[in-house]
């Protein structure tokens, strides 16, 4: 069986992790492919309530393999922290947790360069998580990074150290006027964090090309959004992974062919959120914000920083680019069920641009600055959908919402969620 990539198809927080969950079920090894704790899912089953920014949400299944590939950057603090948390949680996770030993590492200065650049773009700032997650792939893309094949090899660690420390010293105290790094300290901390995270190491790309070749079922997971996306996005509101959260970096993020990737599922939500700035067409400051934000059974904060989500309705023009640019072939729709209290439930199908009518994402940052979105109205179900369980159970208004954002994707809607629990889900087609 190939793999299944799960890409996320707006700005992030649309629900992956929940659907990855789900889809685990039918799978043998779930991966991630890119970002690092920047991302974070929130996944509630059986076992109680899970927030995991690193460990792949296959970890709940006591049968997968669950793997950390070469794209994603790793904190270790932030890693042993979660493998400590599931653990104690009763989860086992030594022999089935996998970290490329290509992945690379976050370090102390990352965090530290992360706020600092946020300082000084001042009102341009990007509202990063301040994970350092940026400054990671920078240092990644220059060729100064640090990976898990140094951290768990003392000698690499130190001769690697000794080349970046003072180097990145000279940048904090030349550049933004900070203080330096203590060479031993780090030195003594990424050891250790070595020693404990080498267990887990392993040439995962091995690893996942195997499971292929024996037929196993493999979930790539993303992070993020495809309009976080650093060529793709609302650059430069983006974030910085390479490769690419788009299912086209899943190959790349895990050391797969691209002919080895059957499927791409989008993960939509039925309406838009955004954290940190950037344009946002659809955005709303209303009422209709507060009852998305707020009138849910999960409230629309940061499951990573616990900032408040910019809500909107569902932007169709971004969501087509989206779907386009993943190559989706069958869709996921999430959180259906926040629309419950609304008479009447607005859909952007094209922008306005400088006076033209424009039904794709204008590339230029000003311009989608001043995208203003028209709308179709459709009319509300104003029912409580949490409860329904087939298609059939759901309002005909809001089986009609449903095609609508169908026929908008080109791609088959086969999940759609009306909560938090596992099982809250409709399913519409297999997809597995
Ligand atoms: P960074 O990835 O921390 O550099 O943040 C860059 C931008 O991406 C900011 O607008 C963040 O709010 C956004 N971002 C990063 N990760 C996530 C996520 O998992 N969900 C939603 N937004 C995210």
């Known amino acids: 069986m190939p793999a299944l990539v799960v890409v996320g198809g707006q700005w992030g ?10 889809l685990a079920k039918e799978a043998h090894i779930v991966a991630r492919y890119s970002a690092g704790n920047n991302a974070g899912h929130t996944i509630i ?15 709940f299944y006591p049968d997968k393999l669950c793997v950390i590939g070469n794209g994603v950057v790793v904190d270790p603090a932030v890693l042993l922290g979660e493998i400590e948390h599931l653990e104690e949680r009763g989860i086992e996770v030594k022999g089935r947790l996998f970290l490329s030993d290509r992945a690379h590492v976050l370090m102390p200065w990352h965090r530290l360069l992360d706020a600092l650049d946020e300082q000084m773009r001042g009102e341009n700032a990007v509202g990063s998580t301040g994970r350092g997650i940026t400054p990671a792939f920078i240092d990644k893309v220059g060729r100064s990074g640090v990976r898990v094949a140094d951290l768990i090899d003392p000698e690499s660690l130190l001769a690697v150290l000794e080349l970046r420390v003072p180097y990145k010293n000279r940048l904090l105290e030349g550049v933004y006027g900070a ?8 030195y003594a901390e990424y050891k250790d964090f070595g020693a404990r995270l080498a267990p887990y190491v392993a040439d995962t ?25 650093l ?18 970096g899943a190959a790349l993020g895990v050391g797969v062919g691209p002919t080895q990737i059957k499927d791409v599922v989008g993960v939509f939500k039925a309406y838009n959120t955004r954290v940190g700035a950037g344009p946002m067409p659809t955005e709303l400051f209303d009422e209709t914000a507060t009852i998305l934000r707020d009138g849910g059974p999960r409230p629309e904060y940061g499951s990573t920083t616990g900032r408040p989500r910019r809500c909107g309705w569902f932007d169709g023009v971004a969501a087509r680019y989206s779907s386009r640019i993943n190559g989706i072939t069958a869709a996921v729709l999430t959180r259906l069920d926040s629309l419950d209290p609304l008479p009447a439930i607005k859909v952007c199908t094209s922008y306005q641009v400088g006076g033209r009518r424009v039904d794709t994402m204008p590339a230029a940052t000003l311009a989608m600055a001043q995208a203003q979105p028209v709308y179709e109205e459709l009319p509300g179900w104003q029912s409580d959908t949490s409860q329904c369980r087939k298609w059939e159970d759901l309002p005909t208004q809001a089986q009609s919402y449903v ?14 969620s009306v909560g938090p629990e596992r099982d809250q889900s409709i399913h519409v ?3 597995l």
């Not at 927080?13 to 789900?22: A, H, S």
């Not at 060529?231 to 086209?248: I, K, N, Q, R």
Request: proline share 3%; net charge negative; hydrophobic share 45%.
């Open 403 to 416: 095609r609508y954002i169908q026929d908008i994707l080109g791609a088959t809607i086969c999940i759609v």
């Open 429 to 431: 087609q297999g997809l």
């Open 179 to 186: 203080k330096p790094l203590n060479f031993d300290d780090i």
């Open 231 to 248: 060529d793709f996005g609302t650059y430069e509101y983006v974030t910085s992974s390479v490769p690419s959260s788009l299912a086209a």
């Open 13 to 22: 927080d649309e629900g992956k992790g929940r659907i990855v969950d789900l």
């Open 45 to 59: 089953n059986e076992l109680g309530e899970f927030a995991l920014h690193i460990v792949p949400a296959g970890i």
């Open 205 to 229: 790309s091995d690893l996942v090309q195997k499971g292929l070749a024996a037929g196993d079922t493999v979930l790539l997971e993303g992070a993020q959004g495809a309009l976080l996306d």
